[in-house]
Nanobody
Framework: QVQLVESGGGLVQAGGSLRLSCAAS????????MGWYRQAPGKQRELVAR???????TYGDSGKGRFTISRDNAKNTVYLQMNSLKPEDTAVYYC??????????WGQGTQVTVSS
């Protein structure tokens, strides 16, 4: 079983920055992919960015250009640096961990609110 704990969300003005963190614990297979997804009210959950344990990254349309994903394998932690935030970035941001062993775990989510 894998536990994911997100932190770093909050309220920020448009143009500001936030850094989200997600720490994984439990039965973690060393080769895995961790990522960030977001869900705004009335919308489907969408990929922001994901990163493999080898460092390969994939960005969704919502994460391209202003967001940067990174990870610290020693700490089993993934980060999302969000810059130049816009009101349309307001959403609940979820951390996800997937592995070849079939693990597919989600965090509880952290709220990001960007005021105009």
């Amino acid at each position: 079983q894998v536990q994911l704990v997100e932190s770093g969300g909050g309220l920020v003005q448009a143009g500001g920055s936030l850094r989200l963190s997600c720490a994984a614990s439990g039965s973690i297979f060393s080769i895995n992919t961790m990522g960030w997804y977001r869900q705004a009210p009335g919308k489907q959950r969408e990929l922001v960015a994901r990163i493999t344990s080898g460092g390969d990254t994939t960005y969704g349309d919502s994460g391209k250009g202003r967001f940067t994903i990174s990870r610290d394998n020693a700490k089993n932690t993934v980060y999302l640096q969000m810059n130049s935030l816009k009101p349309e970035d307001t959403a609940v941001y979820y951390c996800r961990l997937m592995s070849r062993t079939g693990i597919d775990s989600w965090g509880q989510g952290t709220q990001v609110t960007v005021s105009s």
